[in-house]
Nanobody, 125 residues
Framework: VQLQASGGGLVLAGASLRLSCVASGRTFSGYNVGWFRQTPGKEREFVAGIKWSGGTTTYADSLKGRFTISRDIAKNTVYLQMNSLKPEDTAVYYC???????????????????WGQGTLVTVSR
């Protein structure tokens, strides 16, 4: 599975962005898909995840209410809607997919087998 993340950019604090993650090579059927983010000098952290079958979602506690993960089955795409963005949301955002995962592990970095290239989100004051 090859993943392509897009939608990043430079925005002002308070703005919204929607990131997209498209899979090529196969569909997301049967996969869990997650979004992670990373800033220089810090570990990659879990943002949100979705189980493709059924659409069950999981969020990092600190981002609940501002970020929403969703999927479009027809487009084989996972989205991350980010609202009320803050400067501390500035990071490279990565999408990842896992073919075999216990759903409770959706926030664990090592659970994922496939990674996209990342898309940069910069939020200025």
């Amino acid at each position: 599975v090859q993943l392509q993340a897009s939608g990043g950019g430079l925005v002002l604090a308070g703005a919204s962005l929607r990131l997209s993650c498209v899979a090529s090579g196969r569909t997301f059927s049967g996969y869990n898909v997650g979004w992670f983010r990373q800033t220089p000098g810090k570990e990659r952290e879990f943002v949100a995840g979705i189980k493709w079958s059924g659409g069950t979602t999981t969020y990092a506690d600190s981002l609940k209410g501002r970020f929403t993960i969703s999927r479009d089955i027809a487009k084989n795409t996972v989205y991350l809607q980010m609202n009320s963005l803050k400067p501390e949301d500035t990071a490279v955002y990565y999408c990842a997919a896992a073919a075999r995962m216990i759903h409770s592990q959706i926030g664990v970095l090592s659970s994922y087998q496939y990674w996209g290239q990342g898309t940069l989100v910069t939020v200025s004051r």
